[in-house]
Each structure stands twice: as C-alpha cells, then as structure tokens.
C-alpha cells in the first residue's frame, strides 16, 4: 500500500513561484508512474500533468506550458511541480496520484493524495 501525501501549497501573490511536493511512504514509487491534477471550487478536474517512473514527462497542457515543470526523485519517493508567474486562475487544490509504470491521463489511478491548496492572489 501506497500513502501520498502532498505538500507545498499556500499563498502566493500573482506571479510568484512555489514548489509543491508529493511524497509517498509504504513502498517505493520508483516503478510508478505519477500524475498531478487540479481542482477549484465548482469546476472539474484538470489534468496538471505527469512523468513516468523513468523520469519523461508528459506534454503539459496550455494553460501550465513555460510555466510548471514536473520532477522526481525516486531515492526520496517524492515528486514536485515547480510552478512559475502563477495566476489567479491557477488557484485550486492541487493532487498526486500514482499507478504502476504509466498513468494515461484518464486514469485509472491506484493511489490519491489528500491534495494541498494553492490560493494566487492578485
């Protein structure tokens, strides 16, 4: 069994910068793969984006592109999302999941984090 937990998240004004982390405890991830979603109050679910056990990355989104950069450290069971000039669109609850080798976008997922709150002010 996989615990996710995220961390990182708080206030920002617009256009600064935070680093969120996803730490994972019960077995390694090194053989997962991770995503990062988002989610604001009334809206749906976005896909963030994600990175493969090895390391690559998936083709972010437009709306994070140039700006967020998705990592991993697999001797520490952590991945980031370095996220860079942050809107006030980007305000929302901010989410790992896990699964074994690939994550499609659509899921399924085996593992959620509890999520962490990013509030962008302007």
């Known amino acids: 069994q996989v615990q996710l937990a995220e961390s990182g998240g708080g206030l920002v004004q617009a256009g600064g910068s935070l680093r969120l982390s996803c730490a994972a405890s019960?077995?390694?991830?090194?053989?997962?793969?991770m995503v990062w979603f988002r989610q604001a109050p009334g809206k749906e679910r976005e896909y963030v984006g994600g990175i493969s056990w090895s390391g690559e990355t998936t083709t972010p989104p437009d709306f994070v592109k140039g700006r967020f950069t998705i990592s991993r450290d697999n001797a520490k069971n952590t991945m980031y999302l370095q996220m860079n000039s942050l809107k006030p669109e980007d305000t929302a609850v901010y989410l790992c999941?896990?699964?074994?080798?690939?994550?499609?976008?659509?899921?399924?997922?085996?593992?959620w984090g509890q999520g962490t709150q990013v509030t962008v002010s302007s």
């Open positions: 019960g077995r390694s991830i090194s053989s997962y793969g």
């Open positions: 999941a896990a699964c074994l080798d690939y994550c499609s976008p659509d899921g399924p997922f085996d593992y």
